[in-house]
């Protein structure tokens, strides 16, 4: 990766949508021509919510992923099984063999995210071992993931080393040697970009924007700031967490984790 690479990310900052939308396109395209077998990733989330709606004008029957954490808001996975149903989806819900209590018992909280960090634990067990796993079982060799370059210093990086679309190794199953076709459509789009492209589409919103930016876990511990917004939204849970890493319940919070 090199000083270049960043630089011409950051270029496309500011580039109109339409630019974007085109190149978008052109990734779908080359994506589909160099694969056999594809899959979109969809979480419920504003990017791959965008995403979808992208790749459904290319391929209507195409396999939709989600994979049901198990600690997911209500909110989303009712979206999520909304859109799978009215937009007549190729549709998998995938679950995982742990539960999340399981894995932090054994491995700990995640950590907030830092760009030098692992993956922590639960994303594998949870999210990353369910699809690979499908992926490999149902001979599935590109898949689409809704990630940007602009939502963290991880992903810029991740981007600026490997680019909107390449062949990456599989993880997990070492006997499994067939890589696998990573396609990023919106790896340069900002959110001003996706939330205008869900306003142009008059795309369905995702009422877990209503109280929360994202709509990741809702007990995940892996971001800055997550005590604030789970004390907020859910005092039980907050304090339970609390209590399971030995921690007292922060005194700045205290008056969300009444309830
Ligand atoms: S989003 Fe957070 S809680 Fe969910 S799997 Fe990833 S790190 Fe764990």
Redesign the pocket.
Known sequence: MSYAKLKEIEDWYNKPLDDKIIVAKQIIQDALNQSTKQAVAFSGGKNSLVLLHLVLQFKPDIIVVFCN?G?EYPQNLKFVRKIAKEWNLNFYELKPEKN?WQIVKKYGF?DPRRWYKKE?K??WY??NKPANDFYKANNIDCVFVGISAFESRTRKLHIAKKGPLFWAKRVGDTRFKKPILRAYPLAYWTDRDIWQYIELNDLPSNPVYNFVERT??M????FIGWEKQLSAINPALYRKIMHMMGKTVLADFSSHAQG
Do not use: A, D, E
């Open positions: 954490t600690v999340f995640p922590p639960c994303c949870l999210k990741g876990c007990v995940c511990t892996g």
